[in-house]
């Protein structure tokens, strides 16, 4: 594209099914860092979940996620699975004894993680809520949209914020792809109860420090799951797969350790803000 091109191309990550078939293709503009390790991790989840449905048994319009935040799920499932000290080490890309200490990697984490849950279910859904459900006016936008940072958040803006802005328009998928944080959220909760299931059930290691990558075993419980695409109700697929419902439980034991740090670092200091 020519320099001062009026156009303009949208190079957030993606993952594309072109044909419903074999033909699926990523969009990325990736740099060598860890950042866009994981991305590139997460897109290809999409993609294996693209190939796995593709399949005669699937009819064409199931082609689809179990539901829309269960393929987000298998891309951040890729993306916790790259991030995991054994396989970068079998990858070359950290030498042994090189390793973050797991107590920071585990509060890192949990800042990428866990503080999305609030912003993610809290703030963007409901201001797209009030968005297409009950057609906030333009003039409210700017408004509404820290007023729900600050309830599900705790966040004061750095500064007065014009009104007749829009920070939340910043946003990827308030300006392109609604409802896509909603996914985001639930798909975390899916994420940690597969990955958890895989590490304990499957190749019975911790799921802090467990590297099931070329495990066909793992692999085939996760192709079990993907093929299916969207034929089958996706709470029935999570409890046949993993013998529970969806919810908060291998995530909370993923972080006990740090749960339990930051109440002890934390002791009678009011966090309540
Ligand atoms: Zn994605």
């Known amino acids: 594209m020519p320099p001062n091109s009026p156009r303009k191309k949208n190079a957030h990550a993606t993952a594309w099914h072109i044909d419903g078939e074999s033909d699926v293709r990523s969009l990325m503009s990736v740099e060598p860092n860890a950042q866009w390790f994981g991305t590139a991790h997460h897109e290809l989840g999409h993609i294996y979940y693209y190939l796995s449905y593709a399949i005669p048994e699937v009819p064409y319009l199931l082609r ?125 909760l899916i994420k940690f109860q597969l990955h958890d299931h895989i590490c304990r059930k499957i190749v019975k290691q911790e799921p802090r420090v467990c590297d099931y990558s070329g495990s066909e075993e793992a692999g085939r419980f996760l192709r079990d799951i993907l093929k299916l695409g969207a034929t089958r109700d996706w709470r029935k697929v999570m409890r046949e797969a993993t013998g529970e419902d969806i919810g908060p439980r291998a995530m909370l034991d993923f972080y006990q350790p740090l749960l339990a740090d930051l109440a002890k670092r934390n002791q009678g200091l009011d966090c309540s803000r």
């Not at 970068?88 to 993680?113: C, F, I, T, Y």
């Not at 700017?142 to 009104?163: E, L, M, N």
Request: glycine share 6%; hydrophobic share 40%; proline share 7%.
């Open 64 to 188: 689809a996620g179990a539901n829309r935040a269960f393929h987000e799920a298998v891309g951040e499932l890729a993306r916790l699975a790259s991030q995991q000290p054994a396989y970068l080490r079998k990858l070359g890309l950290v030498r042994a004894g090189q390793e973050p200490d797991a107590p920071s990697a585990l509060l890192q984490s949990a800042l990428e993680s866990i503080v999305f849950l609030p912003f993610a279910a809290g703030t963007m859904t409901h201001f797209e809520r009030d968005l297409y459900e009950h057609d906030l006016p333009v003039a409210e936008w700017q408004d509404r949209w820290w007023q729900y940072a600050a309830t599900y958040q705790g966040v004061q803006p750095p500064g007065k914020r014009a009104p007749d802005l829009c920070d939340a328009c910043t946003k990827t998928h308030i300006n392109d792809d609604p409802a896509q944080y909603y996914d985001y959220a639930m798909a975390t």
